[in-house]
């Protein structure tokens, strides 16, 4: 089954203590974006990625970082998380960036930083 | 830049009632419309999309229609269910605005009493 696939789905952790949610995708596909979820905010972008070791900024980078060694996983990085990073983030992938793409969403992790 | 406005929510109907959710964009190229639906505890899904002006985008009774010369992709369906209770966004990816990176507008949560 084509799938995105986030882990972990809920997540609660500390101040300043370093984490990781993984993102894998099954299509083969060669784009993959992290977008965070805030009520009244929408979908955000953190990061986006169009290739293997290529990444880039959205509109949300600050605080993220972002790795692509692979095709299929791209996991997102919080090196000291802040009560501010509380949110849904979710993982997507599509075939290529481009106008027109369809993006496929994982189902999201729900992380809480106190 | 590019953005997506859609209305406030949430909005509450009764089963079988007709739906509009409105939304507009602003874009600096010829952007592809896309609405993505978010059921209770999941990732988004692509729900229909259009990619040139006067398509008209269908999927599960939905429907929406690019309208250029509005700047406006409102979703409509003649008769909602309860399973249609979900969040609804609209979204736009444009060369030239978002660099083909979706733009979400900020959710419309739609409640369906039976």
């Known amino acids: 089954e084509a799938q995105v696939t986030q882990n972990p789905r809920y997540l609660i952790t500390v101040t300043g203590k370093k984490l990781t949610v993984t993102c894998s995708q099954n299509?083969?596909?060669?784009?993959m974006s992290w977008y965070r979820q805030d009520p009244g905010l929408g979908l955000r972008q953190i990061y986006y990625?169009?290739?293997?070791?290529?990444?880039d900024k959205g509109d949300v980078p600050e605080g993220y970082k972002v790795s692509r060694k692979e095709k299929r996983n791209f996991p997102l990085i919080l090196e000291s998380p802040s009560p501010n990073q509380t949110s849904l983030y979710f993982c997507?992938?599509?075939?290529?960036?481009?106008?027109?793409?369809?993006?496929?969403f994982g189902a999201g992790t729900r992380l809480s930083v106190l | 830049g590019d953005s997506v406005t859609q209305m406030e929510g949430p909005v509450t109907l009764s089963e079988e009632a007709f739906l509009t959710i409105n939304c507009t964009y602003t874009?600096?190229?010829?952007?592809?419309l896309f609405w993505y639906v978010q059921y209770p505890g999941e990732g988004l899904q692509l729900l229909l999309k259009?990619?040139?002006?006067?398509d008209k985008g269908s999927n599960k009774g939905f429907e929406a229609t690019y309208r250029k010369e509005t700047t406006s992709f409102h979703l409509e369906k003649g008769s909602v269910q309860v399973s249609d209770s979900a969040v609804y966004f609209c979204?736009?990816?444009?060369?030239?605005?978002?660099?083909?990176?979706?733009?979400f507008g900020k959710g419309t949560k739609l409640s369906v009493k039976p």
């Open positions: 997507a992938s599509s075939l290529q960036q481009g106008v027109g793409n369809i993006q496929y």
């Open positions: 299509m083969n596909h060669e784009y």
């Open positions: 990625s169009m290739n293997v070791e290529v990444t």
């Open positions: 874009a600096t190229g010829y952007p592809s």
């Open positions: 259009a990619t040139k002006a006067d």
């Open positions: 979204a736009l990816s444009d060369f030239g605005g978002s660099q083909g990176n979706l733009i």
